[in-house]
């Protein structure tokens, strides 16, 4: 993906999670790791997708996977600190789309980061990517 400044359209979010940063996921400097903040992007799309009722894998054995992730920090997160990931879907494609996912401090409401998660639906038994099915489309659809 390209290195581009993430600006997102307010009211494409239509999912809000809570997660604090554990001790855990923090590195030298005490600051959250990137690696951490990656793997707290993947439980917040995880959680959102759940919310939508849409499961890793359905019956057609049709997945969505991520083939693309654009993450921009624009301050540094400690500790125990609670934040907000508020999650939503830019306008689909035949076979997929982008996430996006904005994360700021719980109670000072300054953006931490921003994230763009290209994903795309893929035919598990194919082994190949396949067009979106109508239920995924229309839960995932921001409007």
């Given at each position: ?113 921003k994230a763009r998660i290209h994903f795309i639906s893929y035919d598990f038994r194919l082994n ?16």
């Amino acid at each position: 993906m390209s290195n581009q400044e993430l600006d997102f359209d307010d009211s494409l979010f239509v999912f809000e999670t809570v997660m604090r940063v554990r001790h855990t996921e923090i590195d030298r400097s005490q600051h959250i790791s990137f690696e951490a903040l990656t793997a707290l992007l993947c439980e917040a799309r995880h959680r959102f997708l759940h919310a939508k009722g849409i499961q890793d894998i359905n019956a057609d054995h049709r997945g969505l996977i991520i083939d693309g992730i654009q993450l921009t920090t624009n301050s540094r997160v400690r500790a125990r600190e609670e934040l907000l990931f508020e999650v939503g879907v830019e306008p689909l494609y035949d076979n997929g789309g982008h996430m996006i996912i904005k994360i700021s401090r719980m109670y000072g409401g300054e953006v931490v980061a921003k994230a763009r998660i290209h994903f795309i639906s893929y035919d598990f038994r194919l082994n190949k990517p396949a067009a979106l099915d109508k239920d995924t489309k229309a839960a995932l659809y921001p409007h």
